[in-house]
């Protein structure tokens, strides 16, 4: 059972340059988020999902699009990639049908630099 | 809006220590806590959390927390520290639209 599956592990970018992160869950889970973790600030939450097709914009989203077009996977994308977008993201999934008496799920992270 | 405050950034403890780290959130209604630990270079894992019902709820690897209402509060606890407890502990807060997390405290215990 693999959980919260994230790819890369890993990515150097150019400013300016694009990317997708992508992330995938096989528990059937409705939600899916994806936050960035930086020193000093906690978790924040960049966007969200609550089922397939959906999304919406969390606490820190500009500079940053997802798609949830399978159940499964949630995609975040880097248009054009800023060096304050350096930072390890983390996707995390919550099975939650009825509220919120579900913990998360996390991937293992994906560590972004921008030079 | 909810917010999630952790008290302390860094501590250091000895081994067999005695632990605690505080947490307050503010929110009015009814609210479900988490304690979230990142090990070096690994992703979060569930500690514990709580829901409703006995205020005093045990995680796993003998960390504990209480639920104080009115103080809204919900500190992390463990009776004895060891050298593989060094990691950085979260504390959250579950809303509709995601967790909310303090800012981390920062554990590191001396052998």
């Known amino acids: 059972n693999a959980g919260v599956t994230q790819t890369p592990k890993f990515r150097v970018l150019k400013t300016g340059q694009s990317m997708t992160l992508l992330c995938a869950q096989d528990m059937n889970h409705e939600y899916m988020y994806w936050y960035r973790q930086d020193p000093g600030m906690g978790l924040r939450l960049i966007h969200y999902?609550?089922?397939?097709?959906?999304?919406a914009k969390g606490e820190v989203p500009d500079g940053y699009n997802v798609s949830r077009l399978k159940k499964q996977n949630f995609l975040l994308g880097l248009e054009s990639a800023a060096p304050s977008q350096t930072s390890v993201y983390f996707c995390?999934?919550?099975?939650?049908?009825?509220?919120?008496?579900?913990?998360?799920?996390f991937g293992q992270g994906t560590r972004l630099t921008v030079v | 809006a909810q917010s999630v405050s952790q008290h302390n950034h860094h501590v250091i403890l000895s081994e067999a220590a005695s632990l605690e780290l505080g947490c307050n959130y503010s929110y009015g209604g009814t609210v479900n806590l988490f304690w979230y630990v990142q090990y070096p270079g690994q992703h979060l894992q569930l500690l514990l959390k709580?829901?409703?019902?006995?205020?005093l709820v045990k995680g796993i690897k003998g960390f504990e927390a209480e639920f104080i209402k009115s103080k809204f509060s919900f500190n992390l606890r463990k009776p004895s520290v060891q050298w593989s407890d060094t990691a950085e502990y979260f504390c959250?807060?579950?809303?509709?639209?995601?967790?909310?997390f303090g800012k981390g405290t920062h554990l590191i215990i001396q052998p």
């Open positions: 709580y829901f409703s019902g006995d205020p």
């Open positions: 999902s609550v089922g397939e097709g959906t999304t």
């Open positions: 995390a999934s919550r099975r939650d049908p009825q509220g919120l008496r579900t913990e998360a799920f």
């Open positions: 959250a807060v579950n809303r509709a639209d995601g967790l909310t």
